[in-house]
């Protein structure tokens, strides 16, 4: 989608809500501290909302002053247009905190959005409850990995989640989502998550923390996750793994500028220092053109787009 850039006196009028509001908030912030893979220029404006209340003060008036605005959570499976993005960033990583309200065969937690995955299996570690070990190590919030319904090892965050709180055209509703809700890394229905309710299962505390040690020993063995990535960089189609296609083709390991596709995973593209976001997507293009041209499947991105127009990979 085509930028819109918006007045300075809107810009104005919107320090001034902010100001008022008493929502923190900085100025042309570097938004590459805040990815995971380490690339973004900067937002015209960060905001970071606190409580619920705030955050949907916000949203209330950037939608009816229509200015443009990013909703980031761990700052994972996102790409960020080096040349900076002609809007508001709506942070969510201060807006978290988990309460307790069932507890006997099932710990039924209602989790803010800014929340951190690795936070809620640890509480359901200490407190003898698992189900949410396959996303150990994944620097997601409930937020992002409820929108991306972020899975790992045949698992999937949808199997956990009972209730969705989310901000929809200026209303808040809560919704019982369906299995017809999500689809293969994807919360269908629209709307900003605010917070979420989940139910983790009984366990003994050995076997929850083998799961973590089995997930993690998995990730160290195959992921590059030492390095500077946005996690997988193209959704797996339905017959096979689209890194097992990337490395079909043979570019595990190419390398253009300063971004290289992992030797150790060839959907996980790694920032080297310095990458320019040109660079990824031109990896990215290549990756695609390639798989379409040996096995005439067209691989679709995981990541998501900031700052940077759609077609972008054609």
């Not at 606190?50 to 990013?70: R, T, V």
């Not at 936070?119 to 620097?139: C, D, T, W």
């Not at 929108?147 to 999937?156: D, E």
């Not at 956990?160 to 929809?168: N, R």
Request: proline share 3%.
């Amino acid at each position: 989608m085509k930028e819109k850039k918006f007045p300075m006196k809107w810009l104005k009028a919107l320090d001034w809500f902010l100001r008022e509001k008493r929502i923190f908030y900085k100025e042309e912030e570097l938004l590459s501290p805040h990815t995971t893979i380490k690339i973004g220029g900067q937002a015209l404006r960060t905001v970071y909302p606190k409580e619920i209340k705030e955050f949907i003060s916000l949203l209330d008036y950037l939608n009816k002053e229509e200015i443009p605005f990013y909703v980031i959570g761990g700052g994972s499976n996102l790409l960020v247009n080096d040349k900076g993005y002609q809007g508001v960033v709506v942070f969510t990583k201060f807006m978290k905190g988990i309460e307790i309200f069932k507890e006997n065969e099932v710990l039924r937690l209602k989790i803010l959005a800014g929340t951190k995955i690795n936070e809620i299996i640890r509480l359901g570690y200490e407190r003898g409850f698992g189900g949410f070990e396959f996303l150990a190590g994944v620097p997601a919030t409930l937020g992002g990995a409820i929108r991306m319904n972020a899975g790992a090892f045949g698992k999937s965050t949808s199997l956990l989640v009972k209730k969705v709180t989310l901000y929809q055209e200026g209303e808040v509703k809560e919704i019982e989502p369906k299995e017809n809700d999500w689809t293969y890394r994807a919360f269908k229905i629209e709307g900003i998550i605010l917070s979420a309710e989940l139910e983790l299962i009984k366990a003994e505390k050995e076997e929850i923390r083998k799961n973590l040690q089995q997930v993690w020993e998995k990730r160290r063995a195959t992921q590059p996750i030492s390095e500077k990535t946005f996690g997988s960089v193209f959704k797996n189609p339905p017959c096979c793994y689209a890194g097992a296609l990337i490395e079909r083709v043979g570019l595990k390991g190419y390398q253009i500028g300063k971004v290289k596709i992992s030797e150790k995973h060839a959907n996980f593209i790694i920032n080297m220092n310095g990458a320019k976001t040109e660079e990824v997507l031109s990896l990215m293009r290549l990756a695609r053109k390639k798989v379409y041209e040996n096995f005439n499947i067209l691989l679709e991105p995981e990541v998501k787009f900031l700052g940077i127009e759609d077609g972008c990979l054609d």
